[in-house]
């Protein structure tokens, strides 16, 4: 436990230390946000506050992990498997800056991209971090096994994928709003780091742990009016270091509950287009729904402090259920 105190410890004095001078640094360089025109007119005043803000996270988090961490395979997994996908969120970014316009890296090639990421990954997980072929259904009594040899390392390697695809892309729509993203994932990443933690996965709990306090860091300079944004550098990598705890203590089924408010933002935008496409009808005013609260007359500070009280609703849930069904089962 005092290794997970000290890294997050390290993380966030890490981050809040270098948040200034980096802001600084991306002010000289006019590294900006572009706001799209068709959103919340109230954001149109955040045009050029500066972004990939994230950069700073991971040097917290790295910083900490070079000071506790153990270098086994399993944390360099989990470390591969995020700075991959925290590099594609900052090429993302970069190509936002550098044609001047809200539009970055293609869908496609960042889809490429990831599935290559996941591939790597999972390779390693299975091969080497002694990942199990199987997938464990909380509230049931049931270890469903994906299939024997290569049906079931490629059904793995389909769940393997659709985890972190979708985690990180889940954090990627949430962050819309100062402090939201960065606040959900640091609540959802404390629940895995006690998962973790039980799991006896100390190593794991370690990388929770620094990037809760890396967030943390960041939130000084990110709560409304924000300094800085994380760009999808940080969206991202917080999204993957999620899906690797859920991969690694085997609750991908949990997943959806712990981080239930990035389902929640998901499902919006995925309701809006087909809503769209098929009716020609809006359910929302705007989605991710968190435009849509901002559109009915909420401030944005409301909209983040009540999506922080039910993210964390969903995190203490998500925790219950594995403390009830999976913890308490494998202990008997």
Known sequence: MFSVVLAAAIAFIVTISLGSKFIKFLQRKKFGQFVREEGPQTHLIKQGTPTMGGVVMLVGLASALLVVARPNVATLTTLLLVSAVAGIGLYDDWQKISSRRNEGLRARY???FLILTVVVADVMALRYVGITQNLIIPGFDRNLVLGPGLIGVALF???????VVGTT?????????DGLAAGAGAIALLAYTAIAFLERQYDLAIICGAMV???I??????SHPA???MG????LAIGGVLAAAAVLTKTEMLLP??????????LSVMIQYVSYKLKKKRVFKMAPIHHHFELSGWEENKVVMRFWIIQAACAASGFVLYYFTLYNAAAI
């Open 169 to 177: 892309n889940a954090v990627n729509l949430t962050d819309g709003l």
């Open 257 to 266: 509950v712990i981080g239930g408010i990035f389902v929640m933002e998901t």
């Open 157 to 163: 390697s389909i769940v393997m994928l659709l985890v």
């Open 213 to 215: 306090g890396a967030i």
């Open 232 to 235: 999808d550098t940080g969206a």
């Open 227 to 229: 300094e800085v944004f």
């Open 217 to 222: 860091g960041f939130l000084w300079f990110n």
């Open 110 to 112: 960042k889809a490429l």
